[in-house]
């Protein structure tokens, strides 16, 4: 079946340094989610990327969307506490469910 | 208005018990989602609904059973629970389909004894 994989599963950062979390899709994806889950917390909506090779920004935050729409990437820069949580790609499968990655959890020590 | 509630907060039930997870949203989404999720994984689709209508049904167990009173309303009634459902239990809404990013609810942090 279809499967979104993120890699690193868990990382620690100092705070101030950058974070990248990879996702990538076992198959084509029409967009790709991504989310935000703080510890104790619910899954937030972050933004959506749909075109190929698309690049957002949020503030210190940049989303890319893959050439082939098969996978994404989250880059933080200069992480501060308040990024601490867990981050899910997500992408529509063939039927109408949105498939979640298996998730970056970000631990930043101050 | 962008959010999503759910009731109760916590829950716990014992193996015997009938009780029912309660959703709620006011944004004029036809698509409303049931997740659950255990501690350091991603939510698990368990139940869409699209226009009041059930369209996705993942292959849970009868002992979870969903109802959408109407566009706004959706209800999860729990019976006969094990243990291992102990979970995170999620409501979400989209203004239809997949494609369209989710808004979840707090969930109910369920726990069957």
């Known amino acids: 079946g279809q499967q979104v994989m993120q890699i690193p599963q868990y990382q620690h950062v100092q705070e101030g340094e950058d974070f990248t979390t990879y996702c990538n899709s076992s198959t084509t994806l029409s967009n790709i989610q991504w989310y935000k889950q703080r510890p104790g917390g619910h899954p937030v909506f972050l933004i959506q990327l749909v075109k190929s090779g698309e690049v957002k920004k949020q503030k210190r935050l940049t989303f890319q969307f893959g050439e082939a729409k098969k996978n994404s990437s989250l880059h933080i820069t200069a992480t501060q506490t308040t990024d601490v949580g867990t981050y899910f790609c997500?992408?529509?499968?063939?039927?109408?469910?949105?498939?979640f990655g298996t998730g970056t959890r970000l631990q930043v020590f101050p | 208005d962008t959010e999503v509630t759910q009731t109760p907060k916590h829950l716990v039930m014992g193996m015997t018990n009938k009780k029912s997870l309660k959703c709620e949203q006011h944004m004029g989404h036809r698509a409303m989602y049931w997740y659950k999720q255990k501690a350091k994984k991603p939510p698990e689709l368990m139940f869409v609904y699209s226009y009041e209508k059930l369209s996705i049904n993942e292959s849970v167990p009868s002992r979870f059973s969903p109802e959408c009173p109407n566009s706004s309303l959706l209800n999860l009634h729990l019976h006969a629970l094990q243990p291992e459902d102990s979970a995170l239990y999620l409501c979400?809404?989209?203004?239809?389909?997949?494609?369209?990013?989710?808004?979840f609810g707090p969930g109910t942090r369920l726990t069957v004894t």
């Open positions: 997500a992408g529509p499968g063939n039927t109408d469910k949105l498939i």
């Open positions: 979400a809404s989209s203004q239809e389909g997949s494609s369209y990013e989710q808004y």
